[in-house]
């Protein structure tokens, strides 16, 4: 098991920036997959970022404002949200993988963390 846990969501004006933090505990690798969903409310959980191996991948919507990484030190992965814009507003959800290699979608990703509020506000 796989435990995740999310910190770093708040509110914060248009323009600014925010960084969320995911700490991961239990049977996980540095290796394997992890990455950022968010969830707006009526809208379905899209897939922000993601990381693997070194290998990172944005969805277009947030290319150039926001910046995953990780330190398999901490076992903790981070989200540098910069550019904030009112459409970012969303609860936002670690997930990681029990494999190596990029996911895509939900279903591609094992463990969940309990997500966290990040409020843009125009």
């Known amino acids: 098991q796989v435990q995740l846990v999310e910190s770093g969501g708040g509110l914060v004006q248009a323009g600014g920036s925010l960084r969320l933090s995911c700490a991961a505990s239990g049977r996980t690798s540095s290796s394997y997959g992890m990455g950022w969903f968010r969830q707006a409310p009526r809208n379905k959980r899209e897939l922000v970022a993601a990381i693997s191996s070194g290998i990172t991948y944005y969805a277009d919507s947030v290319k150039g404002r926001f910046t995953i990484s990780r330190d398999n030190v901490e076992n903790t992965v981070y989200l540098q949200m910069n550019s904030l814009k009112p459409e970012d507003t969303a609860v936002y959800y670690c997930?990681?993988?029990?494999?190596?290699?990029?996911?895509?979608?939900?279903?591609?990703?094992?463990?969940w963390g309990q997500g966290t509020q990040v409020t843009v506000s125009s």
């Open positions: 997930a990681a993988r029990g494999r190596i290699g990029l996911g895509y979608i939900e279903s591609q990703y094992d463990y």
